[in-house]
């Protein structure tokens, strides 16, 4: 006897009137030139699911044509004026038997990270059959994964508070999936929130110091020593790079820090630095990845295509930085490379590599000083001091 596959659905709630945005309408503010509405599609369309469902009722018409543009079906409230359960309800009634769970989006909490679909949906798929709710430092956000074996008890539910009303009874049966997603927490409300929205875009694939120490000690587990050589690592090199800044150049303090913050998220593994880079990569912060791919071995190339390599990169910042951090010490980056081949005095292979590797140091060192301290004898193994 054939099985019919089981899928997942997205359902996105669009129905409402946007009242407190004072004559604008939420789902069709651009966001990057994008409507509001495209964006929350996206990500779930991006995160390879493709029943998406978005329940309209308030200017649905204005609607109808980038949901069908998008491949979204359309579930048409008429009752939306009732609240945002009678959304869900409508969504929840249009499910079909072979759908497996369903998730709930708002349409105003657009930039949910990619990343936080896909772990609930691994997580989902591995045989978890909670209720799943992506969790950033305790609190829980959107979008929640539900069973589709909860869709009969919600049409039926008499209760108060609406949806979390509903699965507030069903805590015991829940899971918290820790993310590094700020997003998932962020609605756009009022018109500030939606400044707010469009004057952080361009950092959007740049983790934020919080999203970084969730990655790193919430789903990651790196040791505590490492974290905290991270953060100074990351601390220093934000201060080289301000300091940089402060001579003209014009380096990305906030790319600068994250990377220092991630940079060994795969310390205890071979390679680490590959490794780590292709964690961050996957993720969505390929910036980031490029950096900590060559913070163990910058090459003599490490400027981005299309600018000088005369002039300090981001990843220069962070690799130097982190040859004058020894655990949580500053430590000059010759004495660093000492120690080293000292160790490895054994292996002329091994110091062969520590050499060449020093004498690209030396090289990405000298660019820095010829920046920062032009004009004086300092350089940066006196600053560390």
Not at 31 to 49: R, S, Y
Not at 207 to 229: A, G, N, Q, S, W
Not at 241 to 256: F, H, S, V, Y
């Amino acid at each position: 006897m054939m099985t019919t596959k089981k899928f997942i659905t997205a359902v996105i709630l669009s129905a409402g009137k946007s009242s407190r945005m004072k004559g604008l309408f939420k789902p069709l503010l651009p966001l990057a030139g994008v409507p509001i509405i495209e964006k929350a599609v996206g990500v779930f369309h991006n995160a390879g699911i493709r029943d998406i469902r978005c329940v309209t009722g308030y200017r649905s018409d204005d609607l109808a044509d980038i949901l069908k543009k998008n491949g979204v079906r359309e579930l048409e409230n008429k009752t939306h004026e009732k609240g945002m359960f009678s959304s869900v309800v409508t969504a929840v009634s249009s499910l079909e038997d072979r759908c497996d769970a369903f998730f709930i989006l708002p349409v105003d909490i657009p930039l949910v990270r990619e990343t936080t679909v896909r772990t609930l949906l691994n997580r989902r798929r591995s045989g978890s059959p909670a209720i799943l709710y992506p969790v950033f430092k305790g609190m829980r956000g959107h979008p929640p994964l539900i069973p589709a074996i909860y869709a009969q008890q919600i049409l039926q539910w008499q209760g108060g508070g609406g949806l979390k009303g509903f699965l507030g009874q069903y805590n015991a049966d829940a899971v918290d999936v820790p993310v590094a997603d700020e997003w998932m927490l962020r609605d756009v409300d009022t018109r500030a929130d939606y400044q707010h929205f469009t004057d952080r875009l361009n950092g959007y694939d740049i983790p934020t110091r919080d999203e970084c120490h969730v990655l790193m000690t919430d789903i990651f587990k790196v040791d505590d020593p490492i974290v905290r050589h991270c953060r100074k690592v990351a601390q220093m090199a934000r201060s080289m790079g301000d300091a940089l800044n402060r001579r003209g150049e014009n380096l990305d303090l906030d790319l600068i820090t994250a990377a220092g913050l991630v940079h060994d998220i795969a310390r205890m593994q071979k390679h680490h630095a590959a490794v780590g880079a292709a964690i961050l990569k996957g993720m969505g912060f390929e910036r980031v990845a490029d950096i900590v791919s060559k913070h163990m071995d910058i090459g003599r190339a490490a400027a981005p295509e299309g600018s000088s390599s005369e002039r300090p990169s981001e990843a220069e910042v962070v690799f130097m930085a982190d040859k004058m951090v020894q655990g949580e010490t500053v430590v000059s980056m010759e004495k660093r490379y000492m120690e080293k081949i000292r160790r490895h005095h054994h292996d002329p292979e091994a110091v062969a590599v520590i050499k060449r590797r020093f004498a690209d140091a030396l090289v990405v060192k000298e660019k820095i000083d010829r920046v920062l301290f032009r004009g004086n004898d300092d350089d940066l193994s006196d600053a560390a001091r």
